[in-house]
């Protein structure tokens, strides 16, 4: 997994409330159960003018140029809600966004942000709606400036607001692990107890 360490990019406003796992990816473009392949389905009922089709709706902020390059979604409050599905976050990933900043998000779904790359940045209404004004004015030049190490967001004209962020989901972003590879780290404590163990309860590994 890539690490996250700072990000500058083109952010791209997405300013609706309560976007949920079936909007982000809707169920009859999960055909498959890999990571890969599902970025075309990403918002596709907002993406595309037809269910199931690839007509792109010209209206929709991530089929303008420059947002196509955004790494950055900003967005409404509850984002991520609904379902547990972690496609949507796959397909986001796969798409090339790394950081969505909104009020709140879905617990699962941010979750999933952190073991898959995308750091989800929380910030007040007011905060994320004037990121989104001053990204609007003028979105290839007004980019965002998002520092893991010093939990901070630079909207364009400098200002820096502050985040927080649990301390493990921060260190796996900052290293760049999944969950497996948070569990490699303690390799040699787990086979010390299995030794251990393996001497008081020897039925257990018969």
Same mark, same amino acid.
């Given at each position: 997994?890539?690490?996250?360490?700072?990000?500058? /990019?083109?952010?791209?406003?997405?300013?609706?409330?309560?976007?949920?796992?079936?909007?982000?990816?809707?169920?009859?473009?999960?055909? %498959?159960?890999?990571?890969?392949?599902?970025?075309?389905?990403? &918002?596709?009922?907002?993406?595309?003018?037809?269910?199931?089709?690839?007509?792109?709706?010209?209206?929709?902020?991530?089929?303008?140029?420059?947002?196509?390059?955004?790494?950055?979604?900003?967005?409404?409050?509850?984002? =991520?809600?609904?379902?547990?599905?972690?496609?949507?976050?796959?397909?986001?990933?796969?798409?090339?966004?790394?950081?969505?900043? /909104?009020?709140? &998000? =879905?617990?699962?779904?941010? =979750?999933?942000?952190? %073991?898959?790359?995308?750091?989800?940045?929380?910030?007040?209404?007011?905060?994320?709606?004037?990121?989104?004004?001053?990204?609007?004015?003028?979105?290839?030049?007004?980019?965002?400036?998002?520092?893991?190490?010093?939990?901070?967001?630079?909207?364009?004209?400098?200002?820096?607001?502050?985040?927080?962020? /649990?301390?493990?989901?921060?260190?796996?972003?900052?290293?760049?692990?999944?969950?497996?590879?948070?569990?490699? %780290?303690?390799?040699?404590?787990?086979?010390?107890?299995?030794?251990?163990?393996?001497?008081? %309860?020897?039925?257990?590994?018969?």
């Amino acid at each position: 997994m890539e690490k996250f360490i700072e990000l500058e /990019a083109i952010a791209a406003p997405l300013m609706r409330i309560n976007i949920d796992t079936d909007v982000i990816i809707p169920s009859r473009e999960m055909k %498959r159960v890999s990571k890969e392949g599902l970025s075309d389905g990403m &918002f596709a009922n907002w993406r595309y003018t037809e269910p199931g089709g690839r007509e792109e709706n010209p209206e929709f902020v991530l089929n303008q140029e420059p947002y196509r390059q955004a790494k950055i979604l900003l967005a409404g409050d509850n984002f =991520g809600c609904g379902s547990s599905r972690e496609h949507a976050v796959w397909a986001l990933a796969e798409w090339g966004i790394r950081c969505i900043i /909104a009020p709140g &998000f =879905g617990n699962i779904f941010h =979750g999933n942000c952190v %073991r898959n790359g995308i750091l989800p940045v929380i910030l007040p209404e007011d905060t994320v709606s004037d990121l989104a004004r001053q990204v609007e004015e003028d979105p290839a030049k007004n980019t965002i400036k998002v520092d893991l190490i010093t939990c901070t967001v630079a909207a364009p004209d400098q200002t820096t607001n502050s985040f927080e962020i /649990a301390p493990a989901d921060r260190e796996m972003l900052l290293e760049g692990l999944d969950a497996i590879a948070v569990t490699r %780290r303690y390799d040699d404590e787990i086979l010390a107890f299995q030794g251990r163990d393996r001497l008081k %309860r020897p039925w257990i590994y018969l």
